[in-house]
Structure formats: structure tokens, C-alpha cells
């Protein structure tokens, strides 16, 4: 079984409140005969299109292929949140890499804020990016590590946009019983993923790209040369985008970036009860282990995100699995309705930071943005962009962490993370 097929309709968008709300692209051609381009990408999620978008406006011809539509996977299904920094938090960045190296990844998430907000400008992308994500701690330790945090990047980062919040301050701004109070990031921002995925595909169509839909890459040859079901691509440079949905396509990528899916639900439209979730429009992410995140939409839904699972398929009632975490935040939405549920399919690393590699001559990789992938896979495609162009600043520095294998292989590795995560909800639900 192909994650690509096991929980969805071959060349459809998933049933979510996202796909509800966004007028689809006409579908591209299916990529047949033999192609020739500078630069085939494979996957047309953030990374591909970034990058195929920042290659094409450069003079470079570049074909993309993807195995379904774009935006189809964890682009166009996410939380929509445009967070500061890197995945791990700047202390175990500067521990692992040294302080000057943490600095510059600092900088380069920093812009990565301001090219996804750049792109989202200049190409007049409406897809209601807002400000502002709030950090909260169900715990008083959880809260008081977060304005630890949020004191260290204000005086060794020189980030001042974090409001820190007790309790009654995350009270007034969500009114959860669950909280205890948290941080308030105004420099960060949260969207609608699907349209703005479906955004860049417009521009980068506009700049000369070269899309096929339904074009599932079945091998990668050295040359290199990429292979479809009806195609065969040579080019100077692949780029690999495919994310949680790499298969066999890249067996050292897949031994160190591992699918997971993640699954959101839309209620029915709040009306004048939004006020009982957020009091105003910001994005919220709680400190359990497995993350609670959720916002308002444009229409007054609440959009809910939690839970997840590490197999092929997503359970048979995802409403009622991420109902149950909904109610533990706001227990006083008991009798509100569910109108959407939906899951993803991410990809982790052990580290949490995304895996930068050269495969061999002239093939990128960027994948695993663990939970972090607007505004980071949205930069990767940049940074691979300016090395394919000779600039390797960015692409090294970001390649610098090492990410080491999951333990167990392919066949023990789920089982062995589905064990390690069924503790931390248990250490979640005790409060330890």
C-alpha cells in the first residue's frame, strides 16, 4: 500500500472545510513521452513550488510533477501556522550546532516568515493570512518554560514581538479551563494552507513552470533522469519534495524522515459564540507532546486540530478522535457540531529539524518539517532554488544537523514511535 492512495480519491482533494472554501485550479496535463527541462521537481507541495517558482522566475525551465493535484498532501490539509524559529527551540539548537550556527538558523526561519509573506503579497495570494500564534501551557511549569523562552529570544535573538501571558491574561484571550497562560508571538501568523498553496501553483504557472498532475514519480536514475508511469524526464537537477510521501523513491530519506498523520476538524459556524474560543484572530498551540492547535476560520468555525497515528489509514471516525481533545480545551462546545474531519499525512524527523541532502550529482532533498512546513518548506524551495544557482549558504546550513535513522527500520519504526508517543499522551493526561 502507497500512503498516496490508502486515504484518498485518486486526483481528489480530501473532503475538508479547506477544499470547501477554495476554487480549484483547472487539472494539469498527465506528463507523457519524454521531457527535457534544467530542472525536474518532484511533488507540488510549498517545497516544490517554491522552488520551481523561484527557479522559473531566475529564466530556468523547470517541470514539477506530482502524483495527485497540488496541494494535495500536508500543504493543502494543515493547521495553517506561520510559526517563529526553527521546530527545536533555539537552546537545543545552540547545544547541538554551537551558538553561531543557532544564530543563523534563527535568521534564516526569520526569513522564511518574510518570504512566505512576500510571495503571499506579491502575488496577491488571498488566503486570509493573519497575525499572531499563541504558545499555551497546560501546566505552570509548561508556562513558566515558555516565558523563559521567550526572555531568552528577546535578550540573545533581539526578538521583542512575544507577549508573555499568565493566567488571566490566556483566560481573556482563550477562554479554556485548560490553561494556565502562555506567550503571545505577534511577529508570527496563521493562514488558509490550501489556497495558498494553490496561490504559488498560479504563480509559478504564470512564470513559465511546466506542471503535470497525476505524474507519479516511479524511479529516480542517475543522470539524472526521472521516470512516470507514461514519462521519462532528464534534466540537470531534480529536486526531491515529496515529503511524507516519499515510498521508495529515496531509501536514505526514508530511513530518517518518517510519515505520521494528523487529523483537524471544522465545527458548524460559531456565530456570536466565537468569543468562547478566541477573542481575537490568532492561532493557538498548547505544550502537550502531541500538540493541541487550533484558530478561528474567515466564517466563524472553529478549525481543531489533535491527535494522530502512525499507519497507513486514518481512523474510521476522525470527528470523534479529535472531538475528544476539543472537548478536554473547551468543554463548553459540548453541543456544538462538527460540519468537516479530515486527516494528513506529515513527516517527522528524530530531531524535529527538516532534512536538507544532496542524493548525488545534481539531486536536492528537503522533507520532515515535523509540524513547522509553511513557512519552512516554503524556504526550502528557495534555498534549493539559490544552490541550484550556486548560492549553498542557506541549503548547507539548514544540512548541517544531522538526522539519524529511526530505530527499527521501515517494518519497526511506526510501531516503536506509536509506543513512545502512546507514553507522552499517557504523561500528558496525568499531568506529569
Request: aromatic share 8%.
Amino acid at each position: 500500500m502507497n500512503l498516496l492512495d490508502a486515504n484518498d480519491r485518486t486526483g481528489h482533494y480530501p473532503p475538508s472545510w479547506y477544499a470547501a472554501t477554495t476554487p480549484q485550479l483547472p487539472p494539469f496535463p498527465k506528463a507523457e513521452g519524454e521531457i527535457h527541462a534544467d530542472v525536474c521537481i518532484i511533488g507540488g507541495g510549498y517545497t516544490g513550488l517554491s522552488a520551481a517558482l523561484h527557479l522559473a522566475e531566475a529564466g530556468i525551465k523547470v517541470v514539477l510533477i506530482e502524483a495527485q493535484r497540488v496541494g494535495f498532501g500536508a500543504s493543502g490539509r494543515n493547521g495553517g501556522q506561520l510559526g517563529s524559529g526553527q521546530r527545536p527551540e533555539q537552546d537545543k539548537l545552540e547545544k547541538a550546532l554551537g551558538r553561531d550556527a543557532a544564530h543563523y538558523l534563527w535568521k534564516l526561519a526569520e526569513d522564511a516568515k518574510v518570504v512566505t509573506t512576500g510571495l503571499i503579497e506579491k502575488h496577491q495570494i488571498d488566503c486570509y493570512l493573519r497575525p499572531g500564534v499563541a504558545w499555551t501551557g497546560s501546566s505552570e511549569g509548561d508556562v513558566s518554560h515558555l516565558h523563559r523562552y521567550a526572555d531568552k529570544l528577546s535578550r540573545d535573538y533581539g526578538y521583542d514581538k512575544i507577549e508573555p501571558l499568565d493566567r488571566g491574561g490566556c483566560y481573556a484571550l482563550c477562554p479554556s479551563p485548560d490553561y494556565c497562560g502562555g506567550i503571545l508571538d505577534r511577529g508570527a501568523a496563521h493562514l488558509h494552507p490550501l489556497r495558498y498553496v494553490l496561490g504559488l501553483a498560479r504563480a509559478a504557472q504564470d512564470a513559465g513552470v511546466l506542471i503535470y498532475e497525476q505524474s507519479r514519480a516511479t524511479a529516480l536514475h542517475p543522470g539524472p533522469r526521472v521516470e512516470t508511469a507514461e514519462a521519462a524526464i532528464s534534466a540537470d537537477h531534480v529536486v526531491l519534495a515529496c515529503n511524507g510521501y516519499i515510498g521508495n523513491l529515496a531509501p536514505k530519506v526514508a530511513a530518517r524522515v518518517l510519515p505520521i498523520n494528523n487529523f483537524i476538524i471544522a465545527t458548524e459556524p460559531l456565530g456570536d459564540r466565537t468569543q468562547e474560543v478566541l477573542t481575537e484572530d490568532v492561532a493557538v498551540a498548547d505544550s502537550r507532546f502531541v500538540v493541541n492547535y487550533f484558530r478561528l476560520s474567515h466564517d466563524g468555525r472553529l478549525l481543531f486540530g489533535g491527535g494522530e497515528n502512525y499507519g497507513y489509514r486514518f481512523p474510521a471516525d476522525i470527528a470523534s478522535k479529535v472531538r475528544k481533545p476539543m472537548l478536554q480545551v473547551f468543554p463548553h462546545l459540548r453541543d456544538v457540531k462538527v460540519d468537516y474531519a479530515w486527516g494528513g499525512t506529515l513527516a517527522i524527523t528524530a530531531r524535529r529539524m527538516p532534512l536538507f541532502a544532496r542524493l548525488g550529482p545534481g539531486v536536492y532533498s528537503a522533507s520532515g518539517y515535523s509540524g513547522h512546513g509553511v513557512g519552512t518548506a516554503t524556504h526550502a524551495g528557495k534555498l534549493i532554488a539559490a544552490a541550484i544557482q550556486g548560492d549553498n549558504s542557506g541549503f548547507d546550513a539548514m544540512a548541517a544537523m544531522p538526522t539519524p535513522r529511526f530505530p527499527g527500520g521501515t517494518a519497526l519504526r511506526s510501531p516503536l514511535l506509536a509506543l513512545a508517543m502512546t507514553w507522552y499522551a499517557m504523561r500528558d493526561r496525568l499531568g506529569l
